[in-house]
């Protein structure tokens, strides 16, 4: 089964507006990552929160982490064009697992 | 540009073939992984090998093998396809043999018919 699934599944902003994509996942993990697809090409990491970490940032990224909820979310301040993707989480859970396990992916438009 | 390359770009055969998919990671890194990625199932973990080991294997058909060469390129062996196998299938490297920061290949698409 999936362990982290996003939330929405897809989203349309205006360009200058902030996006928010939410992640929930099932069991304990040791880290969760984010990372961004651009339609048919390769992912591209952006961010890891470790699990006793609450929030990071990396630029106009802003990630956050609630383990007691098993979610995290990630903010995208200030949408450009070139935003527009596919986002996805990824954990790997607890316990030594050396499996990444993605979610489906929010699908990011954000309009000029 | 990740530093990964896949070959071939894409793929067309026909079902009940064989075909083998090559990676080549990140110069310094050990780790390999490969993925499916199709529309109804997502992106999906196959199998992952560090150094030339077999490390994790995930939802892997039995038709499917995979293996890293002294080199530590990698290749993804596909037999006796159906037509579900259709799907981009991703090469990923990282340093260590821990999952985090993946660098991604391009990918294969690949189309069975």
């Known amino acids: 089964s999936q362990q982290g699934e996003e939330d929405p599944q897809a989203l349309s902003i205006q360009e200058g507006e902030n996006a928010t994509m939410n992640c929930s996942y099932k069991?304990?993990?040791?880290?969760l990552q984010w990372y961004r697809q651009n339609s048919g090409r390769g992912l591209v990491h952006l961010i890891l929160?470790?699990?006793?970490?609450r929030e990071k940032h990396s630029g106009r990224l802003r990630v956050t982490l609630d383990t007691s909820k098993k979610s995290s979310s990630l903010l995208i301040t200030a949408s450009r064009a070139a935003d527009t993707a596919s986002y996805f989480c990824?954990?790997?859970?607890?316990?030594?697992?050396?499996?990444?396990?993605f979610g489906k992916g929010t699908k990011l438009t954000v309009n000029p | 540009d990740s530093g990964v390359t896949q070959t071939p770009k894409h793929l067309i055969t026909a079902t009940g073939q064989r075909v083998t998919l090559r990676c080549s990671p990140r110069?310094?890194?050990?780790?390999v992984y490969w993925y499916q990625q199709s529309l109804d199932q997502g992106l999906q973990f196959l199998i992952q090998?560090?150094?030339?080991?077999?490390?994790a294997k995930g939802n892997i058909l039995e038709r499917f093998s995979a293996q890293q060469f002294p080199d530590l390129h990698s290749e993804l062996n596909l037999s006796s396809l159906e037509l579900g196998d259709s799907a981009l299938y991703f090469c990923?490297?990282?340093?260590?043999?821990?999952?985090?920061?993946?660098?991604f290949g391009p990918g294969t698409r690949l189309t069975v018919t």
């Open positions: 990824a954990t790997d859970a607890e316990g030594g697992s050396e499996k990444l396990v």
């Open positions: 990923a490297s990282s340093v260590s043999t821990r999952p985090y920061e993946q660098y």
């Open positions: 110069s310094g890194d050990l780790s």
């Open positions: 929160i470790r699990s006793n970490e």
């Open positions: 090998y560090y150094n030339g080991e077999e490390r």
């Open positions: 069991t304990s993990i040791n880290n």
